[in-house]
């Protein structure tokens, strides 16, 4: 009876949550004061505080620092939790201001509360709080942390401070993949081809092991720099080490990136041909392989292909992406194909519920 009264509190909250009565929440408020229900679970307490801040149209910061008052300090569970729900949500302002709360009166800070914060300076794209945070990790004794580490490592790379990424990533004392890979990741999209190429044969030396986004990240790195032949080794390392390639489209859509950008179209088309097949015989391509495939003829002018790649793509009942669009479109100005240049556009608005970019305006034109 009792687990069924909190489930529908619960539920009561999701429902203010989504249609924003603040009035209703106000009247729960009270009552669980009244019934003491607010101080039996912590989870109570941070849903009620979260719900209430989010639908407040303004002065949601006072409100929050009024809220947060009320929470016994020496307990850091409920201020995570509602950490964790403002940067779950979107509320990555509040999540900061919740951290700052945290550190100002006194509440105990851990790895939870470091990585959360830092995902919410990712989001705010606020480099300052986010250096101000690194420099309290450091202070605090933190920095062992490999979670926490890896999270600062995501922050300056997501935010193209790839030097002050690397910077974190050697401070790390205890290294693993998952920085490796954050840091990985910001050599590829600042297009650092070459950096990223040296940390791989440094992730050897540092004895770190390679999973499937490592592989894909390098895969990239070389496609970059048009180098084709560590690009067989990291296609021999990914046929070797995983047995489970068929359900990942990420790194088999990297790969056939690859040996399109180097200019080996069948290669890539082996890759993408191969692709899908599951234990059971059944065969499922994911949009990104095709999309990838797409790009690959497109970059290597061989426009009708990609007509007739993208037909395949609806046959198989696969929904084409934005991306994909602009790709086919493309071609169909290139080979001459006005209408049905038209068609596909028209179709990404009408049948696929697509908002046209200016890329696809641009595609368009020359048809």
């Known amino acids: ?20 009565n603040v009035s209703a929440i106000k009247k729960l408020h009270a009552h669980l004061l009244r019934t003491g229900l607010l101080f039996i679970s912590p989870s109570f307490e941070s849903k009620l505080i979260f ?15 009024a809220l947060l008052n009320c929470i ?36 105990p800070l851990d790895t939870y509360s470091f990585c959360c914060s830092s995902v919410a300076s990712c ?9 101000q945070i690194h420099s309290l990790v450091e202070k605090s004794g933190w920095l062992s942390s490999v979670f926490v580490g890896s999270a600062l490592v995501d922050l300056y790379a997501k935010l193209s401070l790839i030097n002050d990424a690397a910077k974190m990533f050697d401070e790390i004392p205890v290294k693993n993949t998952v920085c490796a890979n954050a840091l990985l990741s910001g050599y590829g999209e600042a297009n650092q081809w070459v950096e990223g190429l040296e940390f791989v044969r440094k992730m050897r030396a540092l004895n770190l092991k390679c999973y499937h986004f490592t592989l894909s990240a390098m895969s990239r790195a070389f496609a970059g720099l048009s180098t084709i032949e560590l690009g067989w080794q990291v296609h021999g390392s990914v046929i070797r080490m995983f047995s489970d390639l068929e359900d990942d489209g990420f790194l088999q859509s990297s790969l056939i990136e690859m040996y399109g950008k180097c200019g080996l179209v069948g290669k890539a088309w082996q890759v993408f041909n191969l692709s899908g097949f599951g234990y059971n015989g059944e065969r499922k391509r994911y949009v990104a392989l ?21 037909k395949e793509m609806f046959r198989e ?35 696929f519920g697509l908002e046209p970019g200016p890329e696809h305006y641009t595609q368009r034109e020359p048809v």
């Open 290 to 310: 095709w999309t990838s495939m797409l790009a690959v003829y497109g970059r290597n002018g061989d426009f009708k292909k990609v007509i007739v790649l993208f």
């Open 51 to 65: 719900t209430y801040t989010t639908c407040l149209h303004r002065n949601n910061s006072k409100t929050v620092t």
């Open 72 to 107: 016994n300090p020496a307990n850091p569970l409920p201020f995570n939790m509602i950490l964790s729900e403002y940067c779950q949500n979107g509320f990555s302002f509040l999540a900061l201001q919740t951290f700052s709360f945290m550190h100002t009166n006194g509440v």
């Open 317 to 351: 009942g696969i929904s084409p992406d934005g991306v994909a669009f602009v790709t086919v479109i493309s071609a169909c100005g290139h080979t001459g194909h006005v209408k049905l240049g038209i068609q596909y556009f028209e179709s990404m608005v009408s049948d």
């Open 123 to 131: 989001s705010m794209k606020d480099i300052k709080f986010g250096a």
């Open 1 to 20: 009876m009792f687990i069924q009264k909190l489930d529908s509190i619960n539920g009561f909250l999701r429902h203010c949550f989504q249609t924003k």
